[in-house]
């Protein structure tokens, strides 16, 4: 028998048929929409007269447009949006599809909310309008995002015209080292290979770093692999991943949790499988990351410093490097450590869970945020709020001067109430950190939760190493 990889394994398993050498006919176990990439595709649907025929297998959140400040009744203002929120429950309700609605208890990001519900299992192909739904190989399931005209294909089908991907190992040996996360850990890998360096792959991680981060940690690993252009990242499941969803899943019990079990011990990459690239790193050495530039690949050690422009060969990236330092106010050689900071986000699908909030009361006890530096946590979802709440992290974080808000998209992008201003500087753990994604003319840079916290209460970038024994 064909020795295979795990992406292989998937993509054959949801074959409907196939359509060419390059093409086939995908089943998608879930579909997950959001508010802002569904309208067009409910107005395809009802033009034309099709039904939802699956629509347990469709569900949507209410994330991107609402806003996060704490409020009894949660209310959108902006009419554009509002728009968006109503139009969305109104084609929910009209097709019987689940909703997770503005002011839902357990309402969050889409990406947070499904996996903590026991929605995504080992072996799944999940697809939504929203390109971070690479989150989901966290737990061996094939997440990949898709536009607005593949929207209304799925609802109307439950299935997808699907392009075949090349397939990418990248192992990672070692261990991190204490006050490394998966979040420099990415950083660092984008850096490696480049913002493109896995265009038209599917990445699938392993070795010992991989098998010792945690399934949160690992959520934040593949959230961040579609920003070196990835169609996808896999972790195979392991016993992590099994007991994670069998805490979440109710319904998986008896004799299906056995033939859940039974599959799921599968799903991984054969010995002899070939892949069409690879490459290889070495945790030991990855050390706290940020992004200098506005591309995730422009990247670099807190203890470094941005790129002098004589020293880059290439015309290209000489040219967006010096144009990314020109709009973040930096200049060649400037240290990292140490630059001002007015801003801190803490939120977004890559770091807005339980575990991110905790890494950030570690470094916060005892601190205040610094004079002059507005800083905002938003947990990912109604139930992490819950539980921060429940564990007495909010106080904590409220205590030391921050902003204690509701779940939400927040400040990731500015499709919200939530918006930096011309020239701010932002300490954020989101993903992308692009001219104006955070707001016009708003500077970025993307860091772990543990060292924006460690920005949040020293008011300029800093190695956060030097504030907390994390070997303690």
Wanted: charged letters at 20%.
């Amino acid at each position: 028998m064909q020795s295979k990889t795990l992406y292989r394994k998937l993509i054959e398993g949801h074959t409907v048929t196939v359509l060419d050498a390059q093409n086939i006919l995908l089943f998608c176990d879930l579909h997950l929409m959001n508010e802002y990439t569904s309208p067009q595709a409910f107005s395809g649907l009802q033009e034309k007269g099709r039904g939802v025929p699956v629509p347990g297998q469709n569900v949507s959140v209410v994330s991107h447009i609402i806003p996060t400040h704490v409020q009894a009744v949660r209310v959108i203002q902006d009419p554009a949006s509002a728009l968006q929120a109503s139009n969305l429950k109104r084609n929910c309700d009209r097709y019987g599809i689940p909703l997770f609605d503005t002011n839902d208890p357990l309402q969050g990001i889409e990406h947070v909310v499904s996996p903590e519900h026991g929605m995504i299992r080992p072996g799944m192909v999940v697809i939504c309008g929203d390109s971070h739904t690479t989150t989901y190989g966290a737990l061996g399931a094939l997440g990949f995002g898709i536009g607005t005209s593949e929207v209304e294909h799925v609802l109307a089908t439950q299935t997808l015209v699907y392009r075949i991907a090349q397939s990418m190992r990248i192992r990672i040996d070692g261990k991190l080292p204490a006050g490394s996360t998966s979040k420099d850990l990415i950083l660092m890998i984008i850096g490696e290979i480049g913002a493109q360096g896995a265009r038209g792959f599917v990445v699938e991680y392993c070795g010992q770093a991989i098998e010792e981060l945690s399934i949160e940690a690992r959520f934040t690993l593949c959230n961040m692999t579609v920003e070196a252009g990835a169609r996808g990242a896999l972790i195979a499941p392991d016993q992590k991943a099994r007991d994670y969803v069998l805490q979440r899943a109710a319904d998986i019990e008896g004799s299906i949790k056995a033939q859940a079990l039974e599959h799921w011990d599968t799903l991984f990459s054969d010995e002899a499988a070939v892949f069409d690239a690879e490459h290889r790193f070495d945790a030991s050495k990855v050390s706290p990351y940020l992004t200098w530039g506005t591309s995730p690949d422009q990247v670099a050690p807190i203890t470094g410093r941005t790129p002098l422009l004589k020293d880059i060969s290439d015309d290209l990236q000489r040219r967006s490097a010096e144009q990314a330092l020109r709009y973040v106010k930096l200049n060649p050689g400037d240290a990292l450590m140490g630059t001002p900071i007015q801003h801190v986000f803490i939120g977004s699908c890559t770091n807005g869970r339980i575990e991110d909030l905790r890494n950030v009361v570690r470094v916060v006890q005892g601190r205040h945020v610094a004079p002059g530096v507005r800083a905002m946590v938003v947990p990912g979802s109604g139930a992490v709020q819950e539980q921060a709440e429940r564990e007495g992290i909010a106080k904590i974080l409220i205590d030391a001067g921050f902003e204690w808000r509701k779940p939400g998209c927040s400040m990731c992008l500015a499709m919200n109430d939530d918006i930096l201003g011309d020239g701010v500087r932002c300490a954020s753990t989101t993903n992308r950190n692009f001219e104006g994604r955070q707001g016009r003319g708003a500077i970025t840079h993307l860091m772990s939760p543990a060292m924006a916290a460690a920005a949040a209460v020293t008011g300029v970038l800093t190695d956060v190493r030097k504030m907390v024994d994390f070997n303690g």
